[in-house]
């Protein structure tokens, strides 16, 4: 097996298990004060005017723009609310340094309303345990590739985390909830791992919020296109020419990705 599919089948064991109660406290109240803080980012003239862009060119209504009002696609949902969640800092930060929980919430609220709408129907009771549990295992595969990076000085960091890992961490949350098999994960990660990026550079501009949104927008894409069958490498995170290699360099420890206790 391929170290992606390596790390697609441990994350989907991983999603298997219910979450225990501390694990679902926790991801409740990520879910929580993410909209929360997505709200009042909406405010800000970043996301506004990526909330605009949106309406413009809107022509399926999937999923809500928060604050603004208005449907778009999925996608273009998933990259303003994500922009909205980070704008103002307040997203929570763990260690290694990383905002989590943009790339992988932002993209299930819009496959959630988008699934709804497509059924004419409310969300499902159901639903609900579907949402925490890909939100946490979304989280989780961010944890690890910022893990395996060994990459824990921010100052040493060439791309913004949650442009680098984001995307992929929101392929996983949103293939977890689509219910992806083992193949088609390892591409909507694969897809991903292609759109990744987001320069430091940008840190302290517009952009920087962007990152958060885009990494959403990616692997929401990425895993519906994976779902359609749309292929990848077969080991785009660990071919010498892959994923890995190219944001981690020699550091990388892929152990991290797959160990019991990272």
């Given at each position: 097996m391929s170290l992606t599919a390596d790390f697609a089948a441990h994350l989907q064991t991983l999603a298997a298990e219910p979450l225990d109660a501390a694990a679902r406290r926790a991801a409740i109240n990520l879910f929580v004060d993410g909209i929360a803080v997505a709200a009042l980012g909406s405010t800000q003239p970043g996301p506004s005017l990526l909330a605009a862009l949106a309406l413009e060119n809107a022509s399926r209504p999937e999923a809500s723009l928060i604050g603004h009002g208005g449907g778009c696609s999925a996608a273009e949902a998933a990259r303003v609310n994500g922009a909205s969640m980070h704008v103002l800092d307040y997203e929570?930060?763990?260690?290694?340094?990383?905002?989590?929980?943009?790339?992988?919430?932002?993209?299930?609220?819009?496959?959630?309303?988008?699934?709804?709408?497509?059924?004419?129907?409310?969300?499902?009771?159901?639903?609900?345990?579907?949402?925490?549990?890909?939100?946490?295992?979304?989280?989780?595969?961010q944890a690890r590739l910022r893990l395996a990076s060994n990459q824990f000085n921010p100052a040493g960091l060439l791309?913004?985390?949650?442009?680098?890992?984001?995307?992929i961490g929101s392929a996983v949350a949103s293939g977890i909830f689509l219910g992806l098999d083992r193949n088609q994960l390892v591409h909507a990660m694969g897809i991903a791992a292609s759109r990744a990026g987001g320069l430091q550079a940008n840190a302290g501009s517009m952009t920087k919020a962007l990152h958060c949104g885009q990494a959403a927008a990616s692997g929401l894409e990425s895993a519906l296109l994976a779902q359609r069958g749309f292929t990848a490498d077969a080991d785009a995170l660990g071919d010498p020419r892959g994923y890995a290699a190219a944001f981690f360099g020699?550091?990388?420890?892929?152990?991290?990705?797959?160990?019991d206790k990272p």
């Amino acid at each position: 097996m391929s170290l992606t599919a390596d790390f697609a089948a441990h994350l989907q064991t991983l999603a298997a298990e219910p979450l225990d109660a501390a694990a679902r406290r926790a991801a409740i109240n990520l879910f929580v004060d993410g909209i929360a803080v997505a709200a009042l980012g909406s405010t800000q003239p970043g996301p506004s005017l990526l909330a605009a862009l949106a309406l413009e060119n809107a022509s399926r209504p999937e999923a809500s723009l928060i604050g603004h009002g208005g449907g778009c696609s999925a996608a273009e949902a998933a990259r303003v609310n994500g922009a909205s969640m980070h704008v103002l800092d307040y997203e929570p930060m763990w260690n290694p340094a990383n905002h989590s929980l943009s790339p992988a919430l932002s993209p299930l609220l819009a496959l959630v309303e988008r699934e709804a709408k497509a059924a004419d129907r409310p969300a499902h009771e159901a639903t609900g345990q579907r949402i925490l549990t890909a939100l946490a295992t979304g989280i989780e595969a961010q944890a690890r590739l910022r893990l395996a990076s060994n990459q824990f000085n921010p100052a040493g960091l060439l791309f913004h985390p949650p442009g680098a890992v984001g995307p992929i961490g929101s392929a996983v949350a949103s293939g977890i909830f689509l219910g992806l098999d083992r193949n088609q994960l390892v591409h909507a990660m694969g897809i991903a791992a292609s759109r990744a990026g987001g320069l430091q550079a940008n840190a302290g501009s517009m952009t920087k919020a962007l990152h958060c949104g885009q990494a959403a927008a990616s692997g929401l894409e990425s895993a519906l296109l994976a779902q359609r069958g749309f292929t990848a490498d077969a080991d785009a995170l660990g071919d010498p020419r892959g994923y890995a290699a190219a944001f981690f360099g020699a550091g990388f420890a892929p152990e991290a990705l797959v160990a019991d206790k990272p």
